[in-house]
C-alpha cells in the first residue's frame, strides 16, 4: 500500500507565501514524477509543477506559466518528498492542491499515479 502524506497550506494575504510539502511511502521500487496539481472550485484540475525523473541529465522540473517565477518545486529523492514553495501568492492561487506520483510498487509493476487527499490554500484579505 502506498501512502502520501501532505501538510502546509492555510490561510494566506495576498503578497504572502506558503509552502507544501508532500511525503510518500509504503511499497515503494521507483518513483518516476513528484508533483503538484491544484483545483479551484468549478474549475478542472490542473498541474501547478513536477519533476520528472530522468537519467543522465538529472531529470525536468515544469511549471504552470501562471506559477512561473513564483513558485518552487524541489525533490528529495531520499526521502521520497515533494515540496512546494509558493511566494508573491495572488487570490487566483486559491484552489485545493494535491500531491501527484507516478512510481513502480515493485520491479514487475507498471507504473500507477497515486493522489494526496489534498489541501486547501486561500490567499485573501
Known amino acids: 500500500q502506498v501512502q502520501l502524506v501532505e501538510s502546509g497550506g492555510g490561510l494566506v494575504q495576498p503578497g504572502g507565501s506558503l509552502s507544501l510539502s508532500c511525503a510518500a511511502s509504503?511499497?515503494?521500487?521507483?518513483?518516476?514524477?513528484m508533483g503538484w496539481y491544484r483545483q479551484a472550485p468549478g474549475k478542472q484540475r490542473e498541474l501547478v509543477a513536477d519533476i520528472v525523473s530522468g537519467g543522465s541529465t538529472g531529470g525536468s522540473t515544469n511549471y504552470a506559466d501562471s506559477v512561473k517565477g513564483r513558485f518552487t518545486i524541489s525533490r528529495d529523492n531520499a526521502k521520497n518528498t515533494v515540496d512546494l514553495q509558493m511566494n508573491n501568492l495572488k487570490p487566483e492561487d486559491t484552489a485545493v492542491y494535491y500531491c501527484?506520483?507516478?512510481?513502480?510498487?515493485?520491479?514487475?509493476?507498471?507504473?500507477?499515479?497515486?493522489w494526496g487527499q489534498g489541501t486547501q490554500v486561500t490567499v485573501s484579505t
Open positions: 501527484h506520483v507516478e512510481m513502480r510498487r515493485s520491479r514487475w509493476d507498471m507504473k500507477s499515479a497515486y
Open positions: 509504503g511499497s515503494i521500487f521507483s518513483i518516476n514524477t
